[in-house]
C-alpha cells in the first residue's frame, strides 16, 4: 500500500505517515461529493455564507493549531504561516460576502420578452494542490466553487497530509454539511482516474507545467473544464526613473517570502543598466539581513526547503549559471548540518539562456540582469515559455503603459505581485489558463445558461 509520508525539512525527520486512499475509499469520497451536491447546490447565498464565514471564524480562532502545521511538513515560518491561515479565512469571508453579486444574473436585450444569463453549479469539482501554501490554496479553490453551489474534493499533495486532514476538520468542527468539502488522500498515480470519474465535474490544478499538461489532458479527454496555474519565471523589470531604494526593499522580500518557493515571487530581476550597479549594491543590503534557520523562531525569514531533492535541484540551477558566466555575490552554497537550508543568494551577470533563466528558480536565489533600455528590458521580459506575473518600477504612466506589453497574467506597477481575493489571477502560456479568485475565479466553476422567455417582442 501506497504511503504519503511528510518529513519535517527542518531536520529530515519522518513527522507524519498516512496510508493512501484504497480505490474503495476514493470512490466512497466521490459518492458522497455527488449526492452532498444534488442538496448543496439547492442552498441559498445566505446559507452557503453561513458555512463560509463558520469556517473562517474556526480558522482564525485556531490559528495556533494550524500554523505549525505548515512550519513542520514544508518548513514555513512560523510568521508566515500564521499569516497564510488568515489569508485562507479571508478568501472564505470574501466570498461569503461577494458570491452572490459575482454571479447575478446577467440581463441582454433581445428579441425576447426577456432574456438573461444565470450562473449555476456544475457539480462535484477536483482540487489538485501544492504543498507550497497548504492552505491557502486550499481556499483559493474551495470557497468560490463552495460558494457557486459546487461541492469539492481536494486531492492535496502527498507531503503535506496533516495540513490536508486539519482543512477537512475544521469544515467537520463546524458542522458543514456532510461531503460539501472533502481530503483524498489518494497516491499520485491515481490522480488521474479520479479527474476521470463521472462524479468529477471540472478540475483546478496548481503545480509544475509538466504535471499540469498531463491533468489537462486527462481532462479535455473527458470533456471538463480546469483551470490551471503553473509555473512561472516572473520577470521585475526596474527602470532608471524608479524609486531605487524602495524597489530593492520590495523585490528583495518577493524573492524570499516562503524562502522563494513562490509561483509569483520575482525569479529575473531586469535592471536598466544605468542604475544597475546602485540597484544591486540595495538589493545585495537587503537580502544579507536575512536570517535564515529554524522556521519555528519568530525572526527567522528564510526557512528551509521543503525537500532534499528540490534543494539539490536549486544548487544545481546555481553552478551551472555560474559555469555559464554568472557572478555569485551573495550565498550560492550548500551548508552543513541538518534539513533542507539553502542560503539567501545574489546572482548577477546572468544572461538570457542561463539556466537560472530558462528554468523556473523556486528558492530563495534573487537573478539579476541588465537591460540597456526599457525597450531591451521589455523583450528579456517576454523571452520566457511562462507568463504569470510581473512587476515593472517606474512612473505611474509608463508602467501602466508597459503593462499592455508585458505577457502575463497580472503585472504590478510599483508594487510587490501577490493574490488576492477581490482580484483575478492566473498565468498564459505555460503557466496556466482561466482565472481564480476575484469575480472572474468564481465563474470558471459554473454553467452560463442562457434563458430566453418568450413571446418574441413586437
Known amino acids: 500500500m501506497t504511503t504519503l509520508t511528510s518529513i519535517n525539512p527542518t531536520n529530515g525527520e519522518v513527522v507524519r505517515e498516512v496510508p493512501a486512499a484504497t480505490a474503495a475509499e476514493i470512490a466512497a469520497v466521490l459518492q458522497r461529493a455527488e449526492q452532498a451536491f444534488h442538496a448543496w447546490r439547492d442552498t441559498t447565498f445566505a446559507e452557503r455564507a453561513q458555512v463560509l464565514n463558520a469556517v473562517a471564524a474556526h480558522l482564525r480562532e485556531n490559528t495556533d493549531t494550524y500554523a505549525p502545521l505548515m512550519t513542520e511538513e514544508m518548513g514555513k515560518p512560523i510568521t508566515e504561516a500564521h499569516g497564510e491561515v488568515a489569508k485562507a479565512a479571508w478568501a472564505a469571508e470574501h466570498y461569503a460576502e461577494h458570491a452572490e453579486q459575482y454571479l447575478a444574473d446577467e440581463h441582454i436585450a433581445s428579441d425576447a420578452t426577456s432574456s438573461y444569463v444565470q450562473h449555476l453549479p456544475l ?25 457557486a453551489g459546487n461541492t ?24 458543514a454539511p456532510d461531503g460539501i468539502f472533502q481530503t483524498l488522500h489518494a497516491a499520485t498515480e491515481d490522480v488521474e482516474s479520479v479527474i476521470r470519474a463521472p462524479e468529477i465535474r471540472a478540475v483546478s490544478f496548481t503545480g509544475s507545467d509538466r504535471a499540469g499538461s498531463q491533468v489537462a489532458a486527462a481532462a479535455a479527454g473527458e470533456i471538463k473544464p480546469a483551470v490551471l496555474e503553473l509555473g512561472g519565471s516572473d520577470p521585475c ?14 523585490t528583495a522580500l518577493s524573492r524570499i517570502i516562503n524562502a522563494g518557493q513562490s509561483c509569483i515571487a520575482a525569479k529575473r530581476v531586469i535592471v536598466e543598466r544605468s542604475v544597475h550597479d546602485e540597484f544591486v549594491d540595495l538589493l545585495a543590503g537587503h537580502l544579507r539581513d536575512l536570517k535564515v534557520g529554524d522556521p519555528n523562531e519568530e525572526d527567522t525569514k528564510v526557512g528551509p526547503i521543503a525537500r532534499g531533492e528540490l534543494r539539490e535541484n536549486l544548487h544545481r540551477q546555481v553552478v551551472d549559471s555560474v559555469a555559464a558566466g554568472a557572478t555569485c555575490v551573495l550565498g550560492g552554497e550548500l551548508p552543513e548540518g541538518d534539513g533542507y537550508f539553502y542560503p539567501v543568494t545574489l546572482l548577477t551577470d546572468v544572461q538570457p539562456g542561463m539556466t537560472a533563466c530558462t528554468e523556473e528558480t523556486f528558492g530563495p536565489v534573487a537573478v539579476v540582469l541588465a537591460a540597456d533600455s526599457a525597450e531591451e528590458a521589455l523583450a528579456i521580459a517576454n523571452d520566457t515559455p511562462y507568463g504569470l506575473g510581473a512587476s515593472v518600477w517606474t512612473t505611474t504612466e509608463r508602467g501602466e503603459a508597459m503593462a499592455r506589453r508585458i505577457e502575463a497574467g497580472q503585472v504590478s506597477v510599483n508594487g510587490i505581485v501577490k493574490t488576492d481575493p477581490r482580484l483575478p489571477s492566473g498565468g498564459i502560456k505555460r503557466s496556466g489558463y482561466g482565472r481564480e479568485l476575484g469575480p472572474h475565479g468564481i465563474r470558471e466553476f459554473v454553467n452560463a445558461q442562457q434563458v430566453w422567455v418568450g413571446p418574441v417582442k413586437q
Open 123 to 147: 457539480g462535484p469539482v477536483l482540487g489538485i494542490l501544492p504543498w507550497n501554501a497548504p492552505f491557502w490554496l486550499a481556499f483559493r479553490f474551495c470557497a468560490p466553487a463552495l460558494m
Open 152 to 175: 469539492c474534493v481536494m486531492k492535496h499533495d502527498p507531503h503535506v497530509p496533516g495540513c490536508a486532514a486539519a482543512i477537512q476538520d475544521a469544515f467537520k468542527a463546524v458542522g
Open 237 to 250: 523589470i526596474v527602470l532608471a526613473d524608479a524609486d531605487l531604494a524602495r524597489a530593492a526593499q520590495v
